[in-house]
C-alpha cells in the first residue's frame, strides 16, 4: 500500500541546534500521525508514515533547515490534503517555515498544474518575445459602462491584458453579468480597431457554489482569462478551475487574504515556495504579488524568490509568469527590466491613472517604456 | 443603491501616532477602491464607498485601534467578499491586524451561521449541563477495522464526540467511505450497550469538487457530524456545508493549515475576531483550537478571547462551543474547568492514550474526571 516514494518538504527552523532538531522531529510526529512518540505502533507506521529527517543543516546563527520527507500515500492524491502534509498544524506553531519542496515525478503527475505557462500565455496573447502589459480597472464605485470605457481606451492604447480590481465581484453598482459582457464588448471592439488581442479578465472570486457558474458565465460571455484570489476561495478551488476543460482559460492569482502566511519570518510559507511552487501546483499561469518598493513591504530579494520559484523545475509542470505589481509608476520600468527581464507581466494600475488625463495615452506611454529598453 | 449601512472593522495598528494613523488611513483605500487618494471621484465613491475611520484610539505605546467602517454593499452578500474587504489586500503589510468585527443585523442577516450552535449541540448530544468529551481516532496508518475498535471503545467509555484525526481523509490504508461505514456501525453497537449518544464526526476535508459528496457520504452512512478545516478547503466551503439543509450536521472547525493568520502579533487576525466571530459566520458549531500549556504556544489569553469570540453576541448568529485540544492531559481537566467552565468541549486525543494501556478505561476515567469537580 506503501510504494516508498516520497517527497520532501524543507523546513526552515528558529533555535539552537538541539531546539531545532527538536523542531525538525515535532514536524515528523505533528504533520503525520500526531501520536505521542513512545505509543506509535512499530512497522508500518513508525517506518512509512511518520516524517523522516532525510537532512539538517545549520544556515546562520539560530537557524537551521530540515528536509523531512513523507510517503507519498499520505496526500491520497488530494491537493487540500498535501496541503495538510506540507503545513497543516505546524501552521499553529512558531518558529517553523516551509522554505521549499521536493516533490517526485510520481506526486507531481497527480496535478495537471497550470494550462498555458509562461510559453502558452505568450502564444495565447500572440507576444513573442517582450514583457506583457496589464493593468486594472478601478476604482470599485464605477458602473459597468465606465469600466467599458476604461478597459476600451487601455486595449486601444496597447495593453496586453485587463483585469478586473480584485475586489470587484458581483455588487450591485457593478454587476457581474453586466460588467463582463460590457468589458469583453469593448475590449473586442478595440482590437478590431487596433488589431491586437488585448484580452479581459474579470475576478471570479465568488463564494463556493457560485465560482463555477461565475467562470462559465464570463467564458460564454467571451472573458479570456480569470482573476482568482486562492486564500479566498481555497487554494483548491483554483486547481479546480484551472483544470476545468469546459473553462480552459488562463488563471491569474491574486495575493488577498494571503500574505499572512508571508510576512511573518519566523513562521508560515517562504515567497518562492507559496507563490511559486505550490500557486504552479494549483495551475494558476500567472502570480501577481506586491512588487519592492511600492505600497507593499516585499524586499527585492523575496520578488526574486517569487521569479525563482515561479521558473524552478518541477516535472510537467509548466513554469508560470510573475506578475509584480502593487504600486509600480512607469518610471520605475526601465529599472525593472533589469531586474526581471523579458518573462514578466507589469501590472500598473493606479500608476497609469497618475501619468496624465489621457487613459490612452498613458497606456502608450506604458508600452513605449517597455519597448524602449 | 447604497443603504447608507455601514459595517466595522477594527484594527490593530503598529506605529507612533501619525504611522498609525497613516495606516489607518492606507486602510481605507487599500481595502475598497485601490486608487491614488488625490484621483478619488467625488460623490459616491469618495462618500460612501472609500473607508470611513470611525474611531482612532492610542492602546499602548506604539499601538493604536482604527475603527473603519464600510458601506455593507462592497461585500456584495458574498462571504467570499466580506473576508476580502476585512483583510485582502492588508494582509500582505506587516502593522496591521485585524482585532473585531462589528456586524449590524443587515449584514449579519445575510448569515444563518451555525445550525446547532451550543443550546443545539446540547440538545442533539443529549447532555445537559457539564462539558462535552471529544476525542479522535489517530494514529494515521491504522485500518478502518482498528478505527472502529477504538471508536467502539472510547463510545463505551463514555466520550460524547469521536472524530477522524484531521489528517485522515482518503488514505488507501484507511479509504474514506469504509472507515465512515465501519466507525459508525461501531459507535451505534457501543450507543445500544450503553444507553448513551456519542457520536463519529468524519473529516470531510477533501477536494472543492469531492467535499460536498464526501459529506453526503458521511451523512447516508449515519456520521453524526463532520470535521473540516477551513483554511485547507476555504472558509467559505465551511459556509456551504453549514447551511446544507440536505447535510444539515454539526461542524466541526479545525485549524490546520491556519495558524499564520494568529500567530504573527502585528499581522493577521485576532484569535477572537478568526475563531470566534468570522467562524461562527462560517457556520461551524465548535471551534477546535490548541489550548494553552500544550503542544502549541497560544496563551491563556489568546484561549480566553477565543471563548469569548465564540459567545459574542451577533444578532441572531448563535453562540458555539470553543473546543480547546492539541495535547491536553487528564491531570489538567480541573485547571481547565476552573478556566473555561462547563460551556467547553475538551479535545483529549494523544492524553487518552497515554493515560494507559485500556482505552475504556481512560475514556472512563477521563469522564470522571469531567463528573468530580
Redesign the interface.
Known sequence: ??SGERFSVVYRLVGDEKEAYRKARDICL???????EE???SG??QD??VGRIENFLPISEHIYEANVSYAI??T?N????L???I????????GYRVERLEMPNRLLSQYPGPRYGRDGLREYLGVKDRPLLFT?L?????NPKQFADMAYKCALGGIDIIKD???L?????APFNERVYRCVEAVEKANRETGLRCIYVPNI??????ILARAKTAKEMGAKGLVV?P????L??M??LANNDEIALPIFSH??????????KN???SHFALFGQITRLAGADAIIY?NFGG????SREECEAIVMGTGVEMGHIKSIFPSPG?GISLDRIEELLKVYGKDVIFLV??GL??QGNDLIESCRYFNQMINKF
Do not use: C, W
Not at 505533528?30 to 505521542?36: H, I, L, S, Y
Open positions: 500500500m506503501i505533528e504533520q503525520t500521525v500526531e501520536f505521542p505509543l506509535i505502533p508500518l507506521i512509512e508514515i500515500e499520505l491520497a488530494e491537493f487540500t490534503q496541503l495538510n502534509v503545513f497543516g498544524n505546524i501552521s499553529i506553531k512558531p486594472a478601478k476604482p470599485l464605485g464605477l480590481d480584485h475586489g465581484t458581483d455588487q450591485v453598482f472570486t465568488a463564494p463556493m457554489d457560485k484570489s486564500a479566498i476561495v481555497g483548491d478551488a486547481r479546480v495575493p488577498a487574504f494571503q500574505g499572512s502566511y508571508v510576512i511573518a513562521n508560515g510559507i506586491p505600497r507593499f513591504a516585499f502593487g494600475g493606479g491613472f497618475k
